[in-house]
T-cell receptor, first 112, second 117 residues
Framework: GAGVSQSPSNKVTEKGKDVELRCDPI?????LYWYRQSLGQGLEFLIY????????KSGLPSDRFSAERTGGSVSTLTIQRTQQEDSAVYLC??????????FGPGTRLTVL | AQSVTQLDSHVSVSEGTPVLLRCNYS??????LFWYVQHPNKGLQLLLK??????LVKGINGFEAEFKKSETSFHLTKPSAHMSDAAEYFC???????????????FGKGTKLSVKP
């Protein structure tokens, strides 16, 4: 059906608040990825879900970041106690196993 | 570990002239390499991918890239630039997970392409 969707498209929050970013992958895609695109760091991998396997969290920058994927479909990225350096565009991608990754439009997070 | 280096942060060409965006890779394994494009305020789009089938890979919008193992390069080219090609281009390698399967993508820093009329 439709491509990868993400919500919200823009989020402005105050330092110290928690935020939740949502990703709806393409139906049937078993793999889901979160990336972050920021001015200073470019595009960085955050976390990877594949089917029912334990997620690869090796890219998460701190323990304030977490993600879950419910029912093998929708994923939520949570950032606790946001800091100004968390300001970035958060991108979600999905794929079939070892297939092309399709990217969503991203959520632009601004931490004031 | 896998990594990619894009040699130019910004390339400027005139419309109708050739485009060359340079990328070198480092990989312990036979790599899967990609070029993605990101137009202003748009999502990332796959231009082309190399997965060891053929060293010259053709992509969308007239772009192609050649995998050169001896030079560890995967440069992106287009014979004639169009105004609509102005965008940021990312050279990407796929991480190889334990067991040999592909994992997350590892992005280069990006090359911003400007096209002058």
């Amino acid at each position: 059906g439709a491509g990868v969707s993400q919500s919200p498209s823009n989020k402005v929050t105050e330092k110290g608040k928690d935020v939740e970013l949502r990703c709806d992958p393409i139906s049937g895609h078993t793999a889901l990825y979160w990336y972050r695109q920021s001015l200073g760091q470019g595009l960085e991998f955050l976390i990877y879900f594949q089917g029912n396997s334990a997620p690869d969290k090796s890219g998460l920058p701190s323990d304030r970041f977490s993600a879950e994927r419910t029912g093998g479909s929708v994923s939520t990225l949570t950032i606790q106690r946001t800091q100004q350096e968390d300001s970035a565009v958060y991108l979600c991608a999905s794929s079939l196993v070892a297939g092309e990754q399709f990217f969503g439009p991203g959520t632009r997070l601004t931490v004031l | 570990a896998q990594s990619v280096t894009q040699l130019d942060s910004h390339v400027s060409v005139s419309e109708g002239t050739p485009v060359l965006l340079r990328c070198n890779y480092s990989s312990s394994y036979s790599p899967s390499l990609f070029w993605y494009v990101q137009h202003p305020n748009k999502g990332l789009q796959l231009l082309l991918k190399y997965t060891s089938a053929a060293t010259l890979v053709k992509g969308i919008n007239g772009f192609e890239a050649e995998f050169k193992k001896s030079e560890t390069s995967f440069h992106l080219t287009k014979p004639s630039a169009h105004m609509s090609d102005a965008a940021e281009y990312f050279c990407v390698v796929s991480a190889i997970l334990y067991g040999g399967s592909q994992g997350n993508l590892i992005f280069g820093k990006g090359t911003k392409l400007s096209v002058k009329p």
